[in-house]
T-cell receptor
Framework: AQSVTQLDSHVSVSEGTPVLLRCNYS??????LFWYVQHPNKGLQLLLK??????LVKGINGFEAEFKKSETSFHLTKPSAHMSDAAEYFCVVSDPGSGGYQKVTFGTGTKLQVIP | DAMVIQNPRYQVTQFGKPVTLSCSQTLNHNVMYWYQQKSSQAPKLLFH???????NEADTPDNFQSRRPNTSFCFLDIRSPGLGDAAMYLCATSRGSREQETQYFGPGTRLLVL
């Protein structure tokens, strides 16, 4: 079975302070993991992905995430929040599915608020 | 720039009146997906095409249909929209179908049902 848990539905930080968005996953395989960002009324944009290479993954806009197998976590971090980071963030796990197609499960999302 | 394009960005339809949403891609990707995203929820996969091979999710209502006439275009048809079908509809593409493939999303079409 495959699942994703985003531990916080809302996170609020002050501009210039660190961001931590938490994600835990469950998978019967060695999964691929993704973080996407969605600004209001927009599509989803890939921030970064993990596919069994380096466990610390660097993405766009200063974000990074660390894959920790022992903790089944893939938390997203950024050293210093910017106002433009205010958006919704989705953690996604991808496993081999039936028929050779990937099976993708989205977390429920975390809304990030950045306070000036 | 290579991209995923969705038209229209906003669509208003009447209860029970068929509606078609459009997606096109310049990435030349093999796989195209349709997701439904309701307010403050995660996207929910409706179906996907690998080339011309159609794959329906088990819980996708029969009211939703799709067509992919060629590699570049994919359509979502809602035969008789209900109020519960009001949502953002997202199209995505990926080069292949393996688990490490990235899905690239379009900007979405927001559907309003009156």
């Amino acid at each position: 079975a495959q699942s994703v848990t985003q531990l916080d539905s809302h996170v609020s930080v002050s501009e210039g302070t660190p961001v931590l968005l938490r994600c835990n996953y469950s998978s019967s395989y060695s999964p691929s993991l993704f973080w996407y960002v969605q600004h209001p009324n927009k599509g989803l944009q890939l921030l970064l992905k993990y596919t069994s290479a380096a466990t610390l993954v660097k993405g766009i806009n200063g974000f990074e995430a660390e894959f920790k197998k022992s903790e089944t976590s893939f938390h997203l971090t950024k050293p210093s929040a910017h106002m433009s980071d205010a958006a919704e963030y989705f953690c996604v796990v991808s496993d081999p599915g039936s028929g050779g197609y990937q099976k993708v499960t989205f977390g429920t999302g975390t809304k990030l608020q950045v306070i000036p | 720039d290579a991209m995923v394009i969705q038209n229209p960005r906003y669509q208003v339809t009447q209860f029970g009146k068929p509606v078609t949403l459009s997606c096109s891609q310049t990435l030349n990707h093999n796989v195209m997906y349709w997701y439904q995203q309701k307010s403050s929820q995660a996207p929910k996969l409706l179906f996907h095409y690998y080339d011309k091979d159609f794959n329906n999710e088990a819980d996708t209502p029969d009211n939703f249909q799709s067509r992919r006439p060629n590699t570049s275009f994919c359509f979502l048809d809602i035969r008789s929209p209900g109020l519960g079908d009001a949502a953002m509809y997202l199209c995505a593409t990926s080069r292949g179908s393996r688990e490490q493939e990235t899905q690239y999303f379009g900007p979405g079409t927001r559907l309003l049902v009156l």
